[in-house]
């Protein structure tokens, strides 16, 4: 799933127990079937994965959390370049 976020797709699903999300799903506890995970792209490449879980209104909740990445992937640009600068 990670990988795929990375790669370009939203995901909006369970997370199943497999040895990739075991420990992530160890910390969490409990999930639901309506997992969320949205990547942050900086320069086109994505810097981290924004995950939410228990969305309640779906289609709102996706749309904030796409806004979201938006927002924090302008943000993360902006630090680099000061950096750089």
């Given amino acids: ?8 797709s939203d995901y ?6 497999t040895e ?10 409990t999930t639901t079937r309506d997992l969320a995970i949205v990547p942050v792209r900086v320069h086109g490449h994505a ?4 995950l939410a879980d228990e969305l309640g209104d779906l289609a709102l909740s996706t749309k904030r959390m796409s806004e979201l990445a938006q927002a924090a992937g302008a943000a993360l640009a ?7 600068s």
């Fill in 78 to 84: 902006r630090v680099l370049r000061s950096r750089t």
């Fill in 20 to 29: 990739a999300h075991a420990p992530l799903l160890d910390l969490m506890e």
């Fill in 47 to 50: 810097a981290l994965l924004l």
């Fill in 12 to 17: 909006l699903g369970p997370l199943y127990r």
């Fill in 1 to 8: 799933v990670f990988a795929g976020v990375a790669s370009g």
